[in-house]
């Protein structure tokens, strides 16, 4: 999530950010995410019990229960600290990864620290803390990357990348140029994990191959068809969406998978933007992605209690193991990449 120009107060952003979000017409209209149209596989005899299907899996060197994060969303406000509290405890009973939301009103407003804190709920999930990728330009470096890991107790930290969704905000970052090479000298000098990840307009090749040469231990393709920032922030500014057409721009989450893992063979890939069943999450586990990441559907969940986030992440990662079971996959290693790298039809 984007944070805006120096002069505007980045927790008022904040929360309109999450009042635009929990509009319908925050989503896009026209482009979907692609895996529907991929047919999933169907086994009438499975040799397989559903409660044996192993969700288990490994990210980041670290331990999950089941191939999944809980998406970057917000932090900065009270309402934000809130929602990430409720999160982070859902996100520890079921033994799931978590995103934070940008970091940047932390490092700038040391007040709204608290707002990130969830270690307090949540001491053993994979945590991964969140800056933007243009702020490289504008003076951040190592060290601020370093100050937002440790700042809350983070495993690794995301650097997203949101061109069109900064081009339409009042006072959006318009200067982009040279920050690919920025981030290939800053990369290295890191001693955590760094992703590199879109907000949901997702990565194209050229992007991934950049990524992947200077050192981002995994990638968050974010594709399109889900939540459209471009509409968000135009929601934040106007009230409406101004320019629809173009708010229907980026790369379907499925294409961006599949473009990333033929870039960028190996490097560990997060499938977000879209992803809304647990059917989705088999698909794009399917087309390679190492875990998925959900964030929209679990806003208002977070409105209301850590219990209604877990419920809701229950469902979805019991349709994620019926959809192992009746594809033929035993585990999380089995489906991974087995349907191969091929375009969709």
Same mark, same amino acid.
Request: glycine fraction near 10%.
């Given at each position: ?60 060197g670290r331990a999950l229960r089941a ?74 470096? %190592?060290?601020? +990357?370093?100050? $937002?890991?440790?700042?809350? !107790? *983070?495993? &690794?930290? =995301?650097?997203? #990348? ?50 992947a040469r200077a050192g981002f231990a ?29 708010? %229907?721009?980026? +790369?379907?989450? $499925?294409?961006?998978?599949? !473009? *990333?893992? &033929?870039? =960028?063979?190996? #490097? ?78």
């Amino acid at each position: 999530m984007s944070d805006g120009a120096p002069n505007v107060d980045l927790s008022d952003r904040k929360l309109r950010h999450i009042e635009a979000c929990l509009r319908a017409d925050s989503q896009y209209a026209h482009v979907t995410t692609g895996f529907e149209r991929l047919r999933w596989p169907y086994r009438a005899l499975p040799d397989l019990n559903v409660d044996d299907v192993d969700l288990r899996t490994t990210f980041l060197g670290r331990a999950l229960r089941a191939p999944v994060l809980i998406g970057a969303m917000t932090g900065g406000a009270q309402r934000a600290a809130h929602i990430n509290r409720n999160l982070a405890t859902a996100a520890q009973r079921l033994g799931v990864g978590l995103m934070l939301g940008s970091q940047r009103v932390m490092l700038e407003r040391p007040d709204t620290a608290a707002s990130f804190q969830v270690r307090a709920v949540a001491p053993d999930v994979l945590l991964i803390g969140n800056l933007g990728a243009a702020q490289f330009l504008r003076g951040y470096d %190592e060290a601020h +990357v370093v100050r $937002a890991v440790e700042g809350v !107790g *983070a495993d &690794a930290l =995301a650097i997203h #990348v949101n061109p069109l969704q900064e081009a339409l905000q009042a006072g959006g970052d318009r200067a982009w140029a040279g920050v690919a090479a920025r981030l290939a000298e800053v990369v290295p000098r890191v001693p955590y994990p760094l992703l590199l990840k879109e907000v949901g307009h997702g990565l194209d090749g050229a992007a991934v191959r950049a990524a992947a040469r200077a050192g981002f231990a995994a990638l968050d393709v974010a594709g399109a068809g889900g939540t459209s920032w471009a509409r968000v922030e135009q929601l934040v500014r106007f009230g409406a969406v101004r320019t629809p057409d173009l708010c %229907e721009v980026g +790369v379907p989450t $499925a294409q961006a998978l599949l !473009g *990333a893992r &033929a870039a =960028a063979p190996g #490097v560990p890939l997060i499938a977000s933007g879209g992803i809304r069943s647990g059917l989705d999450a088999a698909k794009a586990l399917a087309l390679g992605a190492t875990a998925v990441a959900v964030a929209r559907p679990l806003l208002a969940p977070a409105l209301d209690s850590a219990e209604a986030v877990e419920a809701w992440l229950a469902t979805f990662l019991e349709e994620l193991r019926v959809a192992l079971f009746v594809g033929g996959f035993g585990s999380v290693r089995a489906v991974q990449g087995a349907l191969g790298a091929e375009p969709l039809p």
